[in-house]
Nanobody
Framework: EVQLVESGGGLVQAGGSLRLSCAAS????????IGWYRQAPGKERERVSC????????YYADSVKGRFTISNDNAKNTVYLQMNSLTTEDTAVYYC?????????????????????WGQGTQVAVSS
């Protein structure tokens, strides 16, 4: 059974930091895409960042570039999202998702993966 479990959310003041973790199980971790998404009340889900576990290539949304860092530990089947310089605009439920690429794809760009598995989410609240 595929499982993704997020942790590390919480309440933090603006300017502070949090590190989210996504622990994965039930699938081979060394050639997948892991994405971090967020959804704030009344807003559409937004992809924040993603990573390809095979080569460590990454993507960041413009809204978090320079503040967030995604990383992976394949030995622990875990992906992290280090979030610094948080603002109230970062308040949302954060989800991690695992994805793969169709067989005829010649890319390992995490943005092109199909994300089939999702965690339950972890709340991040940033106070002013």
């Amino acid at each position: 059974e595929v499982q993704l479990v997020e942790s590390g959310g919480g309440l933090v003041q603006a300017g502070g930091s949090l590190r989210l973790s996504c622990a994965a199980s039930g699938f081979t971790f060394d050639d997948v895409a892991i994405g971090w998404y967020r959804q704030a009340p009344g807003k559409e889900r937004e992809r924040v960042s993603c990573l390809t576990t095979k080569d460590g290539s990454t993507y960041y949304a413009d809204s978090v570039k320079g503040r967030f860092t995604i990383s992976n530990d394949n030995a622990k089947n875990t992906v992290y999202l280090q979030m610094n310089s948080l603002t109230t605009e970062d308040t949302a439920v954060y989800y991690c998702a695992a994805g793969s690429w169709p067989e005829d794809y010649n890319t390992r760009d995490c943005r092109a993966a199909v994300y089939d598995y999702w965690g339950q989410g972890t709340q991040v609240a940033v106070s002013s």
